[in-house]
């Protein structure tokens, strides 16, 4: 069992920056790929981008390349995801999910975060 909590979340301008960050409990993080997701207002949930088990390989869609970079600290049991240049469509919710079958693109995530929201002004 794997349990995730995201932070960082807030309130920001278009053009800002925030850092959401995503710890994990349990021992076998450091084995298992990551994921970030976000689910704004009315819409299904989507995958924003991924990272392997070990750092050395990401993903991140199109709307969001440039922008944001996904890092992790397996010392720590953390992962991040930069984003930079934020717009109004950012706001969202943001999860991060893993699980044993996970992969950088998104699929396999057994388990999810409670999410932390983002709100982007204009």
Partial sequence: QVQLVES????V??????RLSCAASGRTFS???MGWFRQAPGKEREFVGGINW???STYVVNSVK???TI???NAKNTVYLQMNNLKPEDTAVYYCAT???ATARGAGMDYWGQGTQVTVSS
């Fill in 54 to 56: 070990s750092g050395s």
């Fill in 66 to 68: 440039g922008r944001f």
């Fill in 31 to 33: 084995s298992y790929a």
């Fill in 8 to 11: 960082g979340g807030g309130l």
């Fill in 99 to 101: 699980g044993p079958q």
């Fill in 71 to 73: 890092s992790r600290d």
């Fill in 13 to 18: 301008q278009a053009g800002g920056s925030l």
